[in-house]
């Protein structure tokens, strides 16, 4: 099933801080986050692995929470080049060994505007 | 450098026609994704690839169909079955925990 990301959108002005968040109803080995700008190829921010353990870009900061099967990545003093659409990826414990294979949420769109 | 090349950057499929869009990448990943995007609805992925000769059909493989004979290459053609073909599709490529390497994908039209 599709992990629920919220909110749907979200527009900020330079320097602000937000959080997208990214919840799924099954349990969780780990969670993905990728910003895709408009027509091109969406970019490896960060994966959150269960048990701790974090990979991506040192700039970026994200949370995921085992027991409640959510994540949230933390995006702060937003700069223009932020802007984009923000998915989550999950993969599901019970996925085969090796698949690596992820379901995306539908999106969160953010503008950062001057 | 290496990454994946996905080609063609446009497509236009006539009606009752098979489409072949071509992966290829150079990063020794053993597994390859096929997702397709439409506006609104996020990546679904149509099928993935562990190692060669071997496939699994994803969340929405009716219509399509792959091929995986040299880890290298993961092809996807869009056969005459898909009824709505028209979408951004992208390929993607991992080697475990890292994250996947995405293409610049192909976007697919029907005139």
């Known amino acids: 099933q599709q992990p629920v990301q919220s909110p749907q959108a979200v527009i900020l002005r330079e320097g602000e801080d937000a959080v997208i968040n990214c919840s799924s109803s099954?349990?969780?080995?780990?969670v993905h986050w990728y910003r895709q700008k408009h027509g091109e190829a969406p970019v490896f921010l960060m994966i959150?692995?269960?048990?701790?353990e974090q990979k991506g870009h040192e700039k970026i900061s994200a949370s995921f929470n085992e027991k409640k099967q959510q994540s949230s990545l933390y995006l702060t003093a937003s700069q223009l080049s932020y802007s984009g659409t923000y998915f989550c990826?999950?993969?599901?414990?019970?996925?085969?060994?090796?698949?690596?294979?992820?379901?995306f949420g539908k999106g969160t769109k953010l503008s950062v505007i001057p | 450098d290496g990454g994946i090349t996905q080609s063609p950057k446009y497509l236009f499929r006539k009606e009752g026609q098979n489409v072949t869009l071509s992966c290829e990448q150079n990063l020794n990943h053993d597994a390859m994704y096929w997702y397709r995007q439409d506006p609104g609805q996020g990546l679904r992925l149509i099928y993935y690839s562990q190692i060669v000769n071997d496939f699994q059909k994803g969340d929405i493989a009716e219509g399509y169909s792959v091929s995986r004979e040299k880890k290298e290459s993961f092809p996807l053609t869009v056969t005459s079955a898909q009824k709505n073909p028209t979408a951004f599709y992208l390929c993607?490529?991992?080697?475990?925990?890292?994250?996947?390497?995405f293409g610049s994908g192909t976007r697919l039209t029907v005139v």
């Open positions: 959150l692995l269960k048990g701790g």
């Open positions: 990826g999950t993969e599901p414990s019970d996925s085969g060994a090796g698949s690596y294979q992820l379901t």
């Open positions: 993607a490529s991992t080697v475990g925990h890292y994250g996947y390497t």
């Open positions: 099954k349990a969780l080995y780990s």
